[in-house]
């Protein structure tokens, strides 16, 4: 399926449109569309540049300082890398299991993550492209938008965000930035008072979240197109639970193909990498994973919601298991390859949050105080865990000494980098094709891009909208068209 | 025992009670006043290489932690000039060494991050040095973090009066100088140095620290999310004077 992509025979003879969002401070993305003489769409590339330099910057310092490090790595996820680095220094000390309040606590924080990642991406940048559609004004199709049309939405919006941000700050110390993890467990516990004020939260972060899935449904089935745009087929990877059961925080990686069959399952993680190789190509910075018995051709995968939800069996909190078989159903039983059912699946798990929150903050070891366990040291740890975006991997060598000599990360979005260039080359193979550049088919790339959450500071532009240059160029490398589109959504001439 | 209250000298136009043989720091602190230092602490001699606790004694500067206290004296110590300087101290040292605050274990603790706070520092000014410095890993319960080290001497001294082991010194010269370790390797694995020691518990930074004890206490409980290190270490000089002297 790569090859598709690849392989234009002459890319020098093809006429280039290349859509640049402008830089931003985290990494920035620049997509190029490679057209023949005809003008169809041959190739796609989505560049993105980010992580640079982090596995160099960690060699040297000490273990310990490495699930606060990363959290520098992404202003979007801190915790997911605090956590997922916080699993591999667990495995460093000998921390085989932790303690229970010890790994409730991390569930707790992670779904908090989680809740509040979900949230700011519904409400704030995806509730536009599904609201008013993608060829709506730019004035409308913003958060701005959603405020003055949909205000109730906008609040619950800021709300469940801000309670996921609580939990993380009763357990981290910072909304931000703070301590949790430590190698073998946590550095604090959860005092009744602070459990009892999340608690008096949740029925109702409950009910927005399950709304937010329904309004989210409700949209899908009016608008029959989001069922078709983006549809194409890949495999899907993710973590789930011993028992097929959806697990955010650790468990074996299963990967299934197109059609829903199992190409492997229940995997130890640590031992990712006898089943995922990377690949490196010359034009982008971010490597291509790929499942190796498929081969780097047709071993990439998609991961994130739309993968777990493809590949979970079961959800185990009652309500978002019943969107769960909704969702199951609407694709018939079998796989959903839909970009925009990323949206519906991402709202589902939030629901999950929700529900998972609740039922944590009902457990009575959840304000234990038993938090480190310690064991026999190893040289060597791997931590996985489902990040709101995808599987993330850790995975860290240190020497005798306690100090990294080798640090190997795939972030979620390296995951889906084979994807989502299939994505846009699939949107714009069927609304770009052969036609003049229009600000509503960059629109429809940009959405694309979006379902998938990237984490490219762009793609989560503050109002939700992204900046985009657009350059026409021709074999010879003459710009012969431009359009810029500025952050303020309108479009004019380069 | 009460001070002598006839003793006293003047503190940025305050009258300062001090006893025989304190220095300006001692009974400035004694008073209730801060005076910003990094390389002093006063469980052990000082030895005034920091200069940032600066004052002006009848015109002239002095380091006070060293300057010993006369009666009648007039002393400034709060003035915008002093507390510039101040502040361009602390500025140099951030620079000239490697100093990560998000991702260090002292973060919280460290005496050069709580005082550049306390100093009100917005930035580094200066170009960062970005120095080449090695981390010592090599024993098994302490590390030191070159990186991190503000050359203030305390190990030093303190292995050497207190532990009698002289396990630390300096080397080089200005801006090139470094903490070295006596063993035949220049390891600390190989030195005589031990986790009771007294040398290893008193670095101002997160230079020399006890190994697995990283990030074990959370934000909210870390010494300066309790005060701010101007109330902390007046508050902690006073508790020791009440101890030793109450
Ligand atoms: S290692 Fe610490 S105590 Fe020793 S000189 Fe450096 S900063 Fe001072
Ligand atoms: S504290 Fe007095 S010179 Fe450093």
Known sequence: ?494 | MSPDTRRTFLLDGREIPFREGQTVFDAAMAAGVYIPHLCHNPDFEPHSSCRLCTVIVNGRPFASCTQPAVAGQDVKSDTAELNEMRRSLTQMLLVEGNHYCPSCEKSGGCRLQATAYALGLQDNHFPQFFPLRDVDASHPDIILDRDRCILCGLCVRISRTVDRKNVFAMTGRGIDTTIVVDSPTGLLADSRVSREDEAVQHCPVGALMMKGEAFTVPIGERPYDRAPINEDSVAQFQAREARLHG
Request: glycine share 8%; aromatic share 6%.
């Open chain 1, 1 to 494: 399926m790569t090859r598709l992509l690849e392989t234009a025979a002459h890319p020098r003879a093809l006429r280039r449109v290349a859509i640049e969002p402008l830089t931003r401070v985290e990494g920035h993305g620049k997509v190029t569309i490679l057209l023949d003489e005809q003008n169809r769409v041959h190739q796609a590339r989505l560049h993105i540049v980010e992580f640079r330099g982090f596995e160099k910057f960690i060699q040297g310092r000490p273990y310990w300082e490495v699930p606060v490090l990363v959290q520098r790595l992404c202003g979007i996820c801190p915790v997911s890398h605090h956590l997922a680095a916080g699993k591999a220094m667990d495995m460093l000390v000998g921390a085989r299991r932790l303690t229970p309040t010890a790994e409730k606590l991390r569930r707790l924080m992670h779904l908090g993550q989680m809740l509040q990642s979900h949230a700011l991406h519904f409400f704030h940048l995806a509730s536009p492209d599904l609201l008013f559609g993608f060829d709506a004004e730019p004035e409308r199709r913003n958060v701005v938008g959603v405020i003055g049309e949909h205000p109730e939405l906008a609040v619950q919006g800021v709300m469940l965000r801000k309670f996921g941000q609580e939990i993380i700050r009763h357990i981290a110390g910072k909304r931000i930035h703070g301590t949790a993890a430590i190698p073998g467990g946590m550095n604090k516990a959860l005092t009744m008072v602070e459990r009892d004020a999340l608690r008096r939260e949740t029925g109702q972060m409950i009910a927005w979240s399950r709304g937010a899935v329904a309004t989210c449904r409700q949209i899908l089935d009016a608008n029959p197109h989001t069922t078709i745009f983006g549809v194409f087929p890949s495999n899907f990877m993710s973590l789930i639970g011993a028992d097929g059961t959806l697990d955010l925080y650790d468990g074996g990686l299963r990967a299934r193909d197109a059609m829903g069959a199992t190409i492997f399952d229940h995997v130890d993680y640590t031992h990712y990498n006898r089943y995922i190789r990377e690949e490196v190509k010359s034009w982008s910075y971010m490597k291509f994973p790929f499942i190796i018995n498929l081969g780097d051709e047709d071993g990439w995968y998609r991961v994130g919601p739309l993968a777990r939800m493809n590949n979970c069996d079961r959800i185990n909190t009652p309500l978002a298991e019943e969107e769960r078989q909704i969702y199951r159903a609407a694709a018939n039983g079998g796989m959903q390859h839909a970009t925009l059912a990323y949206h519906w699946a991402r709202l589902i798990e939030m629901l999950h949050a929700a529900e998972g929150i609740e039922r944590l903050l009902d457990d009575p070891d959840i304000t234990g105080t038993d938090l480190v366990v310690k064991g026999e040291p190893a040289l060597e740890g791997v931590g996985v865990i489902e990040a709101p975006r995808g599987t993330l991997f850790h995975h860290y060598k240190v020497d005798e000494n306690d100090v990294v000599v080798r640090a190997n990360l795939i972030v979620s979005t390296t995951n889906n980098n084979q994807a989502m260039n299939e994505a846009v080359r699939n949107v714009a193979a069927s609304y770009l094709d052969g036609q003049k550049l229009t600000e509503g088919l960059l629109n429809h790339i940009e959405v694309a891009v979006r379902a998938f959450d990237p984490c490219l500071s762009c793609a989560t532009h503050a109002l939700g909208r992204m900046p985009l240059r657009v350059e026409l160029v021709d074999a010879e490398g003459r710009v012969i068209d431009r359009m810029v589109k500025g952050v303020d959504g309108v479009c004019g001439e380069g």
